[in-house]
């Protein structure tokens, strides 16, 4: 029986396992991964301490800042449930179950598919959804940016640095995201915006080697050798049945981080917080934990 169970390791889970280790609270972190969206950030311009650091360089820097106090992480083991029983949490796992006092839920957001023909067949065949990650692999190619928000504008502008050319393909009428992001990739050469454009299909034989765009009533092809998905994001939050969502499926939560049910916190992009920025959720997860310890101090077991 541990004080404290950690749901997920990006900015949130990590903030709040600090904060819990310097409370001394016996915690246990469950993750999949360390680092969650940050860790697939390109060019960080915006956190607090660092005028420049890449997504990856940062997650590592929260990873190793956690390591320090010696936290026990699960990782690689996929939650599938969480709920209170009485008085304690049990979270099962693909790997074995655990029990705590308190939990806070900080398992961010995974990638929203396109649901096309060809996406099942072609993923890791040059179809990806992690620019950070699959980007150097597209040196000197011609590419596809599916997308019209700050993912799709981050990967955009990583791949100016490596591609030959970038179409990005979005589905409303001008692309949203900051506009910094937004008038370097609209001024650069390397790439064609398409707007009010639908991808409707994947093609290739082994490979990625095109894909099919509607646009203005009119579907064409458009020869490319990569393809980046970037239509947002889908909270994590299945697992934890009970408690209440939005139409989204972000959990709701209070200005204390608290869900419906006493004693199950959350933090980061699987809430209801209006805006999802690196440094929000690493605020958010130190919000949190100081909550689950107000509540551990608050209730006798």
């Not at 541990?2 to 246990?28: E, F, Q, S, V, W």
């Not at 420049?52 to 992480?73: C, R, T």
Request: contains cysteine; hydrophobic residues 40%.
């Amino acid at each position: 029986m541990h004080d404290l169970i950690i749901t997920g390791c990006g900015p949130a889970g990590i903030t709040a396992a600090i904060y819990a280790a310097r409370k001394k609270i016996d915690l246990l972190v469950i993750s999949n991964d360390i680092g969650g969206q940050a860790a697939w950030s390109g060019d960080v311009e915006n956190y607090t301490g660092y005028q420049f650091i890449s997504g990856p360089e940062l997650a590592a820097k929260f990873q190793e800042h956690m390591l320090g106090y010696n936290i026990p992480v699960k990782l690689n083991e996929q939650v599938r449930e969480l709920k209170k029983i009485g008085n304690k949490i049990v979270v099962a796992t693909d790997k074995g179950e655990y029990e705590s006092r308190v939990a806070i839920i900080a398992s961010g957001k995974r990638t929203r598919e396109l649901n096309v023909p060809g996406e099942k067949e072609f993923k890791n065949k040059g179809l990806t959804y992690c620019a950070t990650c699959d980007a150097p692999i597209f040196s000197g190619k011609d590419v596809a940016v599916i997308g019209g928000g700050n993912s799709a504008l981050d990967a955009t502008l990583q791949l100016i640095k490596i591609a030959e050319h970038i179409y990005l393909i979005n589905i409303t009428e001008r692309l949203g995201g900051d506009p910094v992001m937004r008038e370097s990739v609209e001024k650069s050469q390397k790439v064609t915006v398409m707007n009010n454009a639908i991808v409707t299909g994947i093609i290739g034989d082994k490979f990625v080697s095109g894909i099919k765009v509607l646009r203005l009533g009119k579907e064409e092809a458009l020869a490319v050798q990569g393809v980046f998905v970037e239509i947002g994001l889908l909270p994590n939050s299945e697992f934890a049945r009970e408690v209440k969502k939005n139409q989204l499926q972000e959990i709701k939560i209070n200005t204390h981080n608290e869900t419906n049910i006493p004693g199950i916190f959350a933090a980061g992009d699987v809430t209801d917080i209006p805006e999802k920025q690196i440094i929000i959720a690493a605020g958010e997860g130190s919000k949190a934990c100081l909550s689950a310890f107000r509540y551990l101090v608050q209730h006798r077991f």
